[in-house]
């Protein structure tokens, strides 16, 4: 069972940058699909990024694009989230999700059904 443990939110002033690492367990495939989602107070959960890990090629929303790096660790089992130029917009708790997906489901067309979510980590971005 995938199970995933989120770390390195926290406060900081806009323009200003975080970094957010998930750590994964409990499977032994190769690659998986794994990404990051947020959600804003009173506002739905949005998808912010997604990658099929050994590959190289990320896919991210219209409203992070440019801003924010999704990328692997040497780990195989290891993601991270760095979060540029950061406006209070980019406020919320995020939360890394993983699946089983195949590597042609793993897009920014494909935001549901993911079947891991970690527990979350707050960002909070002042102006």
């Known amino acids: 069972q995938l199970q995933l443990a989120e770390s390195g939110g926290g406060s900081v002033q806009a323009g200003g940058s975080l970094r957010l690492a998930c750590a994964a367990s409990g499977y032994t495939r190769s690659s998986i699909c794994m990404g990051w989602f947020r959600q804003a107070p009173g506002k739905e959960r949005e998808g912010v990024a997604v990658?099929?890990?050994?590959?190289?090629?990320?896919y991210y929303s219209d409203s992070v694009k440019g801003r924010f790096t999704i990328s692997q660790g040497n780990a195989k089992n290891s993601l991270y989230l760095q979060m540029n130029s950061l406006s209070p917009e980019d406020t919320g708790m995020y939360y890394c999700?993983?699946?089983?997906?195949?590597?042609?489901?793993?897009?920014?067309?494909?935001?549901?059904?993911?079947?891991?979510w970690g527990q979350g980590t707050q960002v909070t971005v002042s102006s």
């Open positions: 990658i099929y890990t050994g590959s190289t090629w990320p």
């Open positions: 999700v993983a699946d089983l997906r195949p590597v042609d489901q793993c897009t920014t067309d494909n935001w549901s059904g993911f079947s891991a």
